[in-house]
């Protein structure tokens, strides 16, 4: 499809001169517009550069950071050079039943520690989220939302009429930084805008759509009045995911020993 009537948060940012890179496993999410990655083909750099980039502080001013998304089998990867682990390869990153979700908490991981030990850790903000709920139960209904424009859905007789006017499911989102607030949620709705929200704040950029003007941004996860985390925290070491015992997804388990009476 072609790109959305007002463009994409990386047009916004390549007008302004902001600096940003698309670091990606398989698949970039600029991609999903292919327009978008030819024009950015300077912007998309494999993840392997990521950690390159973190340890020398050099990071750009934004960085999207993408998992693998399993394609690797499918269009052979996307970076010569950069293989895909066979352990990963049948499912990618993906942590959705009944795959084993170590492989995509291990990618985290590796993630939040180059952010954390990286000398640009001071200035930095990570916001590790999800893109959708996986198709898991929520026993909180979904709020409406403002629609992003007048454009409508285009609707075919098997479908459930409706509009782009209701949030989804909840999905898991944490920010980390020296600035967050320790030991900290926040009551405030957000959605996924509120990180395109948050770049345009921080730069001053024209908003894309009626709901990122609308969204809140990240700053009540935060505290700007002094930090908290200068020093970052040693995490626990990951789960290993070849060593995982995935007989719990494939078969039932082994009834219990009674004993006798």
Known sequence: DPPP??????DRLNAHGISWMNYFTDLPQTALIPSVAERNATHLAPVATFYTDAAAGRLPAVSFVDPDFGLADVIGG??????VPEWARAQGGDEENPQNIR????????????????????RTLLVWLYDEHGGYYDHVPPPAAIAPDSIKPVLGGQHTPGGYDIYGPRVPA????????????????????????FIEQKWNLPALTRRDANAHGLH?????????L??????????DPVG??????????DPPVRPGR
């Open 220 to 228: 009540d996860f935060l505290d700007f009045s002094r930090p908290r």
């Open 103 to 122: 492989i995509g908490a291990a990618f985290a991981a590796d993630i939040i520690n180059a952010v954390i030990t990286s000398p640009a850790w001071k």
């Open 174 to 197: 944490v920010v980390v930084s020296p600035w967050s607030r320790p030991h900290s949620v926040t009551n405030v709705v957000h959605d996924h805008t509120s990180v395109l929200k």
């Open 5 to 10: 009537p007002n463009g994409t948060i990386f």
């Open 244 to 253: 995982a015992d995935l007989r719990c997804s494939t078969k039932d388990p």
């Open 78 to 83: 996307l970076v010569p050079g950069q293989p």
């Open 230 to 239: 200068l020093e970052p925290p040693a995490l626990p070491a990951p789960a």
